[in-house]
């Protein structure tokens, strides 16, 4: 138990009593005791940057299960201090905001604050993890944490779609991912990533490689909303706006790219990884932003625009794992596409924070969030105004703003992809900077939208619920800090790359160092006349043409028919499962109870039939063999009888008959015992014979006159196929089973021992009361319960009306 | 058992004498078991069959009278004496259920042999004719 581990469990600790200081202080608002915690977390974290600075990190072991290789090790690098700080900083800031946006009397903020922490506490565990099994588990808390704050309004319905959604889907990612991480364990016989990475060079050439990769990845590309599975970020933003500014833009969301940039040293270098992580993050950003150019509420702009910034994060991750395919010099230009990624990681983090915080102050002044009601407020809230366009200028990547040095860098690396010379990057290499242009360009558009539609134009007060105003001092200050990272980092890029990039750069390439080395990553504003300036400059010009004609554009958006939407596949996949199953499940739970005992026969003879068969014990029947005793003339005068009167059984018109008929071969098996002399099973097989034949007439005087069979001709028919297998198939194992007699019988033992041991000469009275008195007991307790049952059926019968009602309160 | 007739004298008398033989069979069932066919189980089910007898000849009530016990407790007490048979084993530090047997010389008798496995299957016995009776008046009784 280090002092990593308390940091991680704090949280956790903590959510367990804030119900306890938002009940006992129900004045002071339930924030300010939470608001701490992450403040101190940050510093702590901050102060662990020389240690991280230096290369050698932090480790921490607490065991978990040992004897599974399970342990809680933790271990802190550049890349999890990196989204450590992510996480408590920005998850102080919105405990701040969350204080002046959540009433403490209208909103049940207790409970906020318990997800809020357990999200927190999860987060730090799935960054700070070693172990793979142990960051699966919390990552499996952020999934579980984040739905419980998406449904936070659990009385609106959107909400708990969008929560259901979510959680589905990442839920989904998680358990491919579990499976990616067990087959990783089979590869190489531990969790930990850290002594996974040396075993690299014999790990791609295991046939479960692919899988173990593909599987990680759908985990991956499900929790940070990466294209296909990116339709429930959208309908997360039904959660209250500095959850949405918290888990969906700064770090949940973020957890795949973490995880993506975790497993880089095992997975980076193959090609695969490489397509699936280059073109899915590709296609996510252009996807992202071409649909969130249409969006007109202010927090779905930003889920597409989060979407499209994810997807560009994830291809820079795939670009830049070109880099440990090469050795020397050559992978420099492609750790400069995984530098750009994790610049760009930093900088979405901020910016987008501070996008949401901004769209959430305008929710909460003027009521909506619906850029067509919306417009002129830059006169009313000026603060906000500016908070808007320097987030919104970093997103559409214009300098002085960090967004715009990260949009060049990202340029770079598609420039360098479209010069690839391996990865079959020849044939495709030109597809990544014109797809990453186009999508810059729809960045700027939707950033200019959510600018001017928001703040510029005619003001509309009469379209708005309540009169707007400029926001406390208290909403305004968390954006206020992310704007001025926003500006700082845009200005002194050098800061953010020596502590932040450069150690993160160190733990996702390992195997690029010489020890002692560090990375030297220099991000300067001005790099000349290059082509990247110029694709920005082509940016700005051809978005804001589109910007000013769009109106005439955006009809574009309805060509696609809504049904072949990813939501509708969602949707109609979900429902079409609910009905499949329903239909299946319809299919042959009839509720009919002979329907069932016909598949329990057919199961059966199945079963025993491929047994048989498997074990060759068809051939096994002999007809000749030695161990069978002759047929005399009573048996067969006995068999005989017995089969005609178990015949005439179906065939009888009335229950009397049955009755008799089955009484008849009861007394018959009486006979049989007789012959093979079984005086005890005689005698008790008389007398039970003849309670059950009474029994029977007494049901049968209670019972309703026999009826015509209703069931048609076809299910008697294959009734009586069934029946006549279960029959041929049991005849056909006993045969098999007496022609093959393995051991000897114990019967010898009791035969000798019965009077010597037991003291008595009735052999199967000794085994019964002496020997295996055991069974007789228990036999006997059963009779006892079936009597005390048969007394409380009769005796404890409800009266008939109550039964009645009891009944019809069932069926409706 | 339902619809008595009037006058069947001729059956009640039949009744008092035969119950008693098929008592004395029982008797003989229970005891033989250790030698002969017969035992706990057949020996209670006999029994039982006597009580059905009265019942069908008499009725319920008078049953009832000439027996007056709860068969369920009947069962109960069957039960706890296999029980304590078998826990009975336990003084003598042997495993459950272990019996022995020992040939002694009684008065009236002569020389018997006594088991404690009669023990046990007058447990069985017990619970069996209890068990019956429970069935077979709880299903005559009813309506």
């Known amino acids: 138990m280090s002092f990593m581990h308390l940091a991680v469990a704090a949280p956790f600790a903590y959510a367990a009593i804030v119900p306890l200081l938002h009940r006992s202080f129900p004045r002071v608002h339930t924030g300010w005791f939470v608001l701490p915690l992450p403040v101190a977390l940050f510093a702590y974290w901050l102060s662990r940057f020389a240690v991280v600075r230096s290369g050698v990190g932090e480790e921490a072991r607490l065991s978990w299960i040992p004897s599974l290789g399970i342990d809680l090790s933790f271990h802190l690098d550049g890349l999890s201090l990196l989204f450590v700080l992510l996480i408590t900083g920005i998850g102080g800031l919105v405990t701040l905001y969350s204080i002046f946006y959540l009433s403490k009397t209208k909103e049940r903020i207790g409970r906020f604050y318990v997800y809020l922490l357990l999200f927190m506490g999860a987060m730090l565990g799935v960054v700070l993890s070693d172990n793979l099994i142990a960051l699966y588990a919390f990552w499996e808390l952020t999934s579980l944490s984040s739905f419980l704050l998406i449904a936070f309004w659990h009385q609106r319905e959107r909400s708990r779609y969008g929560a259901l959604k979510s959680m589905m889907i990442t839920v989904l990612g998680g358990f491919a991912m579990l499976a990616g991480f067990v087959l990783l364990y089979i590869m190489t016989g531990t969790y930990s990533v850290r002594e996974m990475i040396p075993q690299v060079g014999a790990l791609a050439s295991q046939p479960l490689f692919f899988w173990a990769m593909a599987l990680v990845l759908v985990g991956a590309f499900a929790k940070s909303a990466q294209f296909p599975f990116h339709i429930w970020l959208p309908d997360a933003m039904e959660a209250p706006t500095p959850v949405s500014a918290y888990l969906h833009s700064a770090t949940m969301v973020k957890a795949g790219l973490y995880l993506v940039a975790r497993l880089t040293p095992l997975f980076g270098g193959t090609s695969e990884w490489f397509w699936l992580v280059s073109a899915f993050g590709l296609a996510t950003l252009f996807w992202g932003s071409f649909q969130a150019v249409k969006q007109t509420d202010l927090k779905a702009i930003l889920a597409f625009s989060t979407i499209s910034q994810l997807g560009l994060i994830m291809c820079l991750l795939g670009l830049g794992s070109a880099a440990l395919a090469f050795e020397g010099n050559v992978s420099d230009v492609y750790v400069l596409a995984m530098t750009a990624a994790v610049f760009h990681l930093v900088n979405h983090a901020t910016f987008k924070g501070a996008l949401f915080m901004v769209a959430g102050i305008v929710d909460h002044e003027t009521g909506t969030r619906d850029i067509r009601k919306l417009g002129g407020l830059a006169a009313i809230m000026p603060i906000t105004f500016t908070f808007a366009v320097v987030g919104a200028g970093s997103m559409a990547g214009l300098p002085p703003f960090n967004g715009f040095l990260s949009k060049e860098m990202f340029f770079t690396g598609v420039l360098n992809a479209s010069r690839m010379n391996f990865f079959s990057m020849e044939a495709w290499g030109a597809l990544f900077p014109i797809v990453a242009w186009t999508a810059s360009v729809f960045t700027f558009v939707y950033s200019a939208v959510f600018v001017f539609k928001t703040f510029l134009g005619k003001a509309k007060p009469e379209q708005l619920p309540t009169k707007p105003h400029e926001a406390p001092l208290g909403l305004l200050l968390p954006p206020a800090a992310l704007v001025s990272l926003v500006v700082a980092f845009g200005l002194f890029p050098d800061i953010a ?86 239909r299946l499940t319809n299919a042959y739970m009839t509720g009919s109870v002979r329907h069932y005992l016909l598949y329990i026969f057919t199961f059966l003879i199945a079963v025993v039939g491929y047994a048989l068969y498997r074990t ?197 | 058992m339902r619809r008595m007739k009037a006058n069947d004298v001729i059956l009640r008398t039949v009744a008092k004498l035969v119950v008693f033989i098929i008592l004395a069979f029982a008797a003989h069932l229970f005891f033989a078991g250790h030698n002969d066919p017969g035992g706990g189980f057949i020996g209670g089910l006999v029994t039982a069959s006597a009580l059905v007898l009265l019942a069908l000849a008499f009725d319920l009530k008078t049953v009832r009278k000439v027996v007056p016990v709860d068969f369920r407790i009947v069962t109960a007490i069957g039960l706890l004496v296999a029980v304590l048979t078998g826990v009975g084993s336990f003084a003598f530090d042997q495993p459950f259920l272990s019996h022995t047997f020992a040939y002694k010389e009684l008065p009236f008798l002569g020389k018997k042999e006594l088991a404690t496995a009669v023990l046990f299957d007058l447990g069985v016995y017990l619970a069996v004719v209890g068990v019956t009776m429970t069935i077979i008046l709880s299903i005559g009784e009813d309506r």
């Open chain 1, 497 to 582: 790359s020596y502590y932040l990039i450069e150690p993160a750069l160190a733990s996702i390439y390992p195997s690029l160092l010489a020890p002692g080395d560090d990375f030297h990553v220099h991000i300067s504003f001005w790099h000349g006349w290059t082509a990247e300036l110029f694709m920005t400059i082509g940016v700005v010009a051809v978005g804001s043409l589109l910007f000013w004609q769009l109106r005439r554009w955006l009809g574009v958006y309805g060509r696609l028919p809504r049904q072949w939407s990813l939501n509708a596949l969602y949707d109609g996949a979900l429902e079409g499962l609910e009905r499949g199953s329903a």
């Open chain 1, 616 to 812: 060759g014990a068809f051939g096994a029947i002999d007809p000749g063999y030695p161990g069978y005793a002759p047929i005399c003339i009573y048996e067969a005068m006995l068999v005989t009888a017995t089969l005609l009167a178990t015949l005439s059984v179906p065939f009888a018109r009335s229950r009397m008959t049955m009755i008799i008929l089955v009484g008849a071969v009861g007394y018959m098996v009486v006979l049989f015992f007789v012959l093979f002399r079984a005086p005890d099973l005689a005698l008790t097989q008389m007398i039970i014979e003849t309670v059950s034949v009474a029994l029977f007439l007494l049901c049968f005087y209670h019972l309703p006159k026999l009826r015509k069979e209703t069931t048609s001709r076809r299910f008697k028919l294959t009734n009586a196929v069934v029946s006549v297998g279960v029959g041929a198939i049991v005849a056909i194992a006993a045969l098999a089973a007496s022609g093959t007699n393995g051991f000897e019988s114990i019967a010898d033992y009791y035969l000798e021992e019965s009077y010597h041991l037991g003291g008595g000469k009735n052999v199967v009275n000794v085994i019964l009361v002496d020997f295996r008195g055991f069974d007789t007991l228990l036999e006997i307790m059963v009779l006892g319960i079936a009597s005390l049952g048969i007394y409380a059926m009769i005796k404890l019968r409800a009266p008939r009306q109550v039964d009645r009602k009891g009944d019809s309160s069932n069926e409706s």
